[in-house]
């Protein structure tokens, strides 16, 4: 899924993006709230953390002004704040989940397998075509049942390619999601590793589309 993280403590949020990337998120993050209300006016998140103890906005308005520009967009609130009657009112407007401060990661990964559930993106962690099969949780790719070494940028690439199946992706699309990861890339990254993967995988099962992009049919 992609995320956006909304927490001002740098190194907290630092700490929090390289665990949510190894577990197989794309991670934004922003430091206040007013940087978050800008980034979910013009982004396409999956799902919203959000710590209540922003410096600028109070991250229940913040939540307020989420649920006006997208009520169906998850939020889960972080939060250092004692007392039930913060998590009730998070709650009550519109918050989908609720951690406190201090929380354990697996407990966060757990938090966000409900929402994936819930959003019906994954109805388990498995994406597969044809005889490729793509294992999010266990970070690993079967051809013909049998696990094939890929790097973790050829897992991101073909993980992107699976997830919008038919659709052709542009450079430019498949440089992005290694961006969102926090890699570096090259201006020749993406052919580089398009060249690697298909020697792995069923002829032809990444199509070249000249001058547009790469795709997996649905056929």
């Known amino acids: 899924m992609r995320l956006l993280l909304i927490e001002d403590d740098v190194h907290l949020a630092n700490g929090?993006?390289?665990?949510?990337?190894?577990?197989?998120?794309?991670?934004?993050?922003?430091?206040?709230g007013k940087e978050g209300i800008l980034a979910i006016k013009s982004g396409d998140f999956d799902v919203?953390?959000?710590?209540?103890?922003?410096?600028?906005?109070?991250?229940?308005?913040?939540?307020?002004?989420?649920?006006?520009?997208?009520?169906?967009?998850?939020?889960?609130?972080?939060?250092?704040?004692d007392g039930i009657e913060?998590?009730?009112?998070?709650?009550?407007?519109?918050?989908?989940?609720?951690?406190?401060k201090p929380f354990s990661i697996e407990e966060l990964f757990a938090r966000l397998r409900v929402i994936e559930r819930r959003l019906g993106t994954h109805t388990s962690s498995i994406i597969a075509h044809n005889s490729v099969a793509l294992?999010?949780?266990?970070?690993?790719?079967f051809v013909n049942d049998i696990v094939e070494k890929f790097s973790r940028r050829e897992y991101m690439l073909i993980k992107a390619l699976l997830e919008?199946?038919?659709?052709?992706?542009?450079?430019?699309?498949l440089e992005t999601k290694l961006y969102e990861w926090g890699e570096e890339v090259a201006s020749n990254t993406i052919e580089v590793h398009i060249s690697n993967i298909r020697k792995k995988l069923p002829h032809n099962y990444i199509k070249n589309v000249r001058g547009v992009g790469y795709v997996v049919s649905k056929v």
């Open 16 to 32: 929090l993006r390289e665990s949510l990337r190894n577990d197989g998120h794309s991670v934004d993050i922003v430091f206040n």
């Open 48 to 81: 919203v953390i959000l710590d209540l103890g922003l410096p600028d906005i109070d991250g229940l308005d913040v939540l307020k002004q989420t649920k006006k520009l997208n009520k169906s967009l998850p939020v889960l609130i972080l939060t250092a704040r």
């Open 164 to 173: 919008n199946l038919g659709r052709i992706q542009s450079k430019e699309q």
């Open 86 to 100: 913060n998590k009730v009112k998070g709650l009550d407007l519109g918050a989908d989940d609720y951690l406190a």
């Open 135 to 141: 294992d999010t949780q266990a970070h690993a790719i």
